[in-house]
């Protein structure tokens, strides 16, 4: 199966960009509720990594950065932990997806030159496998973005 039926495209998806600041990327991720946002190289649309609610708390607790101020003079991509969010590529087969959705909550999608294409959630593939398991010949009925 072709992994880009999961896919939810770049153009459809709130991201960081990877010259935005740790403020700037607090309010986002707070405005849109958001646990985890993808980071995106502003220059080349390379996929950087993917900054947490926890990266975040971990910055501000070990850092002592408590003054929202000092955190506009600090970059997103100085904290994210770049063993977690781990991408796949776009020609990826469904088994090298289902090992890394089993412990994301979504997992980034780049092509062969690291450029983000997009997402896709543990959501649409449980979605998908519950709905061919429950009599959708298709395993399509009910499949949301």
């Not at 707070?30 to 993808?38: C, N």
């Not at 977690?84 to 020609?91: D, G, N, T």
Request: net charge negative; with cysteine.
């Amino acid at each position: 199966m072709n992994i880009l039926f999961f896919l939810t495209p770049k153009a459809e998806l709130q991201y960081l960009d990877d010259d935005d600041t740790i403020r700037q990327g607090i309010e986002k991720i707070r405005v849109k509720s958001y646990t985890a946002i993808p980071i995106v190289s502003k220059r080349d649309g390379t996929y950087k990594g993917t900054v947490s609610e926890g990266d975040f708390l971990w910055h501000l607790l070990d850092d002592d950065a408590w003054n929202i101020y000092d955190l506009e003079k600090e970059k997103i991509v100085d904290i994210i932990d770049k063993r977690k969010y781990q991408p796949v590529k776009i020609s990826a087969e469904i088994d090298d997806l289902l090992q890394l959705i089993m412990n994301q909550n979504f997992v980034p999608v780049v092509d062969d030159r690291g450029v983000f294409m997009g997402i896709i959630t543990r959501r649409k593939v449980i979605e998908y496998y519950y709905n061919k398991d429950c009599g959708d010949k298709d395993g399509i009925q009910g499949l949301r973005r």
